[in-house]
């Protein structure tokens, strides 16, 4: 009997290394072309997140006058004590108006 080259008998089951390797890569193809597109799609996704974060600079900067975040946060934290100074002020308002009301209803 004559043996094949890679010293297999014509015929036999066992799959050449040529062909398991072939057949591998033919099982990897789909996990290869998925990845590929996942990276362009990342490549796409970053370009477009860099040119939002640019613009909102931009904004930050023509709005605050600033693009730093913790001299924006700091202005935000600066804004909610200014927020809440203003809120009691009125409700001390309302207590002295009610106070007032009070007063006049218990002199009748």
């Given at each position: 009997m004559e043996r094949s080259r890679k010293g297999q008998e014509p015929g036999s089951r066992?799959?050449?290394?040529?062909v398991e390797a072939l057949r591998r890569?033919?099982?990897?193809?789909?996990?290869?072309?998925?990845?590929?597109?996942?990276r362009i799609r990342a490549e796409s996704d970053v370009e477009r997140l860099t040119a939002e974060l640019a613009a909102a600079r931009a904004q930050a900067r023509e709005e605050?006058?600033?693009d730093d975040e913790a001299e924006i946060r700091?202005?935000?934290?600066e804004a909610r004590a200014e927020n809440a100074r203003r809120v009691e002020a009125f409700a001390q308002s309302l207590r002295s108006v009610q106070d007032r009301?009070?007063?006049?209803?218990?002199?009748?």
């Open positions: 066992d799959p050449s290394p040529d890569l033919e099982a990897l193809q789909p996990a290869y072309e998925r990845l590929r597109a996942d605050l006058g600033t700091r202005m935000i934290e009301l009070d007063a006049l209803d218990a002199g009748r």
